[in-house]
């Protein structure tokens, strides 16, 4: 689903990501672990081009992109976007829309859609993610859990091959953490493809097939989430474990 | 002290059957200051908002005639631009069919400079994150701006461009100095017959207020529209 080769990026003359090489299956779920700093975000930002990688090719689907020798087209930049959703940190929902106008906007203006059948379908994702009685307020008036489970339902209602999440739970207070862990799981069960950069360790235990601990722009150390998270090789990812467990 | 207070003739301060009579020929002159006022609105916030999203552009063909227009709209005086409207024009050869024309010519154009900067920086408090959402649910950047970014901005917008409008209507006495027959010049026409120019001046004050006051009310119907989804408190 997801190939990446070499892949390097640079902010000026800082290198944040260097020669990084993974891949995705579909229908697994791949965790990004590591310190603040160590290049996970921006990692994960390049799959989606937000940020365009210095050098190296990037494959996902049937789009094959190498960067660093032309320019990365408009063209090059849609037809990647097409394979993946994005759920932000601080969720990003449009607050001038009602849930229910959040999760249409998309299926209506970019895939011209039929508007009945987006409702309908939007009624349905609402209802999975349990937010069907507030379709109609304001993010504003949402908790945090809340408006990230509606930011879920946004990106599934373009149906992502890959699914890609940004600490989805970092900016939620600990009581709302759950609830969106919970929809998460759920999406894994089903066998959404999913790239989620986490904090919560149990969860990351608990339903990636693979987990990649990142340290400095490189990737440490790779294999299956159980072994990489309990029983790690390398001594810079006990430490790093050892720090959260002391939390 | 006292000398100076018992000197003053209050006698002479306001005469009411003065601006009652005159009222009729006034309130012809403000139909005229609220037509210049209203076009200038409207062709001012049209030009405004172009020249703020090309002032923006990465593109510097866009960007950098957008900021010279910015800044000499800005640093002119706009008696200056209507006088090179209406008596440099000729000049060379252009000359507005009327006076009126060259009013809301020059008003519209100068205070686009003011609302092109509004424009940009209602447009640059949208959070990066709200850009981010669209993109990668692969809306393109028109659709970002039209149906998420603008609607956004123009809650931010509404108190400086109804700060500027209220400009724009007192803005358009200057076209009194261009023989535009407006509210200020209705007013000298009178204040010049009667010799009453306390009188007249302080109603033709009065006028331009309450036309704020009706700009401002209006105003705050649109805050409270656009503010809707934000929680209260």
């Known amino acids: ?247 | 002290m006292f000398d100076f207070f018992s000197e003053i003739k209050w006698e002479y301060l306001y005469d009411f059957d003065l601006a009652i009579e005159s009222l009729p020929f006034l309130l012809e002159g403000l139909r005229v200051t609220l037509i210049i006022a209203g076009f200038s609105m409207v062709f001012a916030l049209i030009i405004g908002i172009i020249v703020g999203i090309a002032r923006m552009s990465k593109l510097a063909i866009f960007r950098l005639p957008a900021k010279f227009y910015i800044s000499f709209m800005r640093g002119t005086p706009l008696l200056v631009f209507v006088f090179i409207l209406y008596y440099g024009l000729p000049v060379i050869g252009i000359e507005f069919e009327s006076s009126i024309v060259a009013a809301i010519v020059g008003v519209s154009f100068n205070f686009a400079a003011y609302l092109a900067e509004v424009v940009r920086s209602a447009i640059s408090s949208v959070p990066k994150g709200q850009w981010e959402a669209a993109e990668t649910l692969q809306m393109s950047y028109f659709q970002t701006l039209r149906r998420i970014v603008i609607p956004q901005a123009t809650r931010i917008a509404v108190p400086p461009t109804f700060n500027i409008f209220m400009d724009v209507l007192k803005g358009t006495s200057l076209a009194s100095v261009i023989t535009v027959q407006e509210l200020l010049y209705s007013g000298r026409l009178i204040a010049g017959r009667t010799y009453d120019s306390m009188t007249m001046y302080i109603t033709v004050a009065i006028i331009y207020w309450l036309v704020s006051i009706v700009i401002g009310a209006i105003q705050s119907r649109l805050e409270i529209r656009y503010n809707r989804y934000l929680a209260k408190g």
């Open chain 1, 1 to 247: 689903m997801i190939t990446v080769e070499n892949l390097k990026k640079k902010f000026g003359d800082q290198v944040v990501l260097e020669s990084i090489n993974f891949s995705v299956n579909k229908g697994e779920v791949v965790c990004l672990v590591g310190a603040s700093g160590s290049g996970k975000t921006t990692l994960l930002r390049c799959l989606n081009l937000l940020e365009e990688p210095s050098a190296g090719t990037l494959k996902i689907g049937n789009k094959r992109v190498e960067f660093g020798k032309q320019k990365v087209t408009k063209e090059d930049v849609k037809e990647i976007r097409q394979y993946s959703g994005m759920v932000f940190q601080s969720f990003n929902l449009f607050p001038h829309k009602t849930l229910i106008e959040n999760i249409i906007e998309a299926p209506i203006t970019v895939q011209k859609r039929d508007k009945k059948e987006v409702v309908v379908e939007a009624n349905e994702i609402l209802e999975k993610v349990g937010l069907i009685e507030h379709k109609d307020k304001y993010p504003d008036a949402l908790s945090g859990g809340q408006q990230q489970r509606a930011a879920i339902a946004r990106s599934l209602m373009m149906h992502p091959e890959i699914l890609l999440f940004d600490e989805p739970t970092s900016a939620l207070d600990p009581q709302l953490v759950r609830e969106v862990l919970k929809v998460i799981e759920e999406l894994a069960k089903e066998g959404q493809t999913m790239v989620i950069v986490t904090h919560e360790m149990n969860f990351a235990r608990r339903i990636a097939n693979r987990a990649l601990f990142m340290d400095e722009g490189y990737i440490l150390e790779e294999g299956p989430a159980e072994k990489v998270l309990s029983n790690p090789k390398e001594a810079r990812t006990r430490e790093f474990l050892a720090l959260l467990e002391d939390e």
